[in-house]
Nanobody, 123 residues
Framework: QVQLVESGGGLVQPGGSLTLSCAASGSTFSSYYMAWFRQAPGKEREFVAAISCRNGRTYYADSVKGRFTISRDNAKNTQYLQMNSLKPEDTAVYYC????????????????WGQGTQVTVSS
């Protein structure tokens, strides 16, 4: 079982940037696919980005493509979400999640989740 701890959230003005981190422990980090989801108040949790453990291929929701970058550092057991050109609609609690072999985005629901970190984009 892997444990995840997110950090890096906060308050930022529209157009600003933040980098979220997700530190993993308790298992072999490099063998997990990793992803970020987010949940805004009153809305369902939604997929943001994912990165493969096999070839480093990345996947993004259309709403963040070109603005967000997901990456991982297996040596540090950490994954990152670099968020640029932030918009008020990016305001949400961001969750880090891992899964050994997701076939679809929906499979991540059964993965291991962090506690979340709040990102607020407001002037």
């Amino acid at each position: 079982q892997v444990q995840l701890v997110e950090s890096g959230g906060g308050l930022v003005q529209p157009g600003g940037s933040l980098t979220l981190s997700c530190a993993a422990s308790g298992s072999t980090f490099s063998s997990y696919y990793m992803a970020w989801f987010r949940q805004a108040p009153g809305k369902e949790r939604e997929f943001v980005a994912a990165i493969s453990c096999r070839n480093g291929r990345t996947y993004y929701a259309d709403s963040v493509k070109g603005r967000f970058t997901i990456s991982r550092d297996n040596a540090k057991n950490t994954q990152y979400l670099q968020m640029n050109s932030l918009k008020p609609e990016d305001t949400a609690v961001y969750y880090c999640v891992v899964h050994r072999n997701p076939i679809t985005i929906g499979d991540y629901i059964k993965g291991s989740w962090g506690q979340g970190t709040q990102v607020t984009v407001s002037s």
